[in-house]
């Protein structure tokens, strides 16, 4: 993983932990869930990434 642009780390974060905890998610694989999202929007420019870049 090569990160390009930090832009909405945090967001993608945030959004990826609500997502999962409100679809049922425990904690700890919420926290996951969030961190695998976040780590894949940082490795393309801006704050928004292409569809197909979406786990």
Do not use: E
Not at 29 to 52: D, E, N
């Amino acid at each position: 993983m090569t990160p390009v642009d930090t832009t909405a780390a945090g967001d993608s974060f945030a959004a990826g932990y609500l997502a999962a905890r409100l679809g049922g998610a425990s904690v700890h694989a919420a926290a996951l869930a969030a961190h695998r999202l976040a780590s894949i929007v940082i490795q393309h420019p801006g704050a928004i990434i292409p569809k197909a870049a979406m786990p």
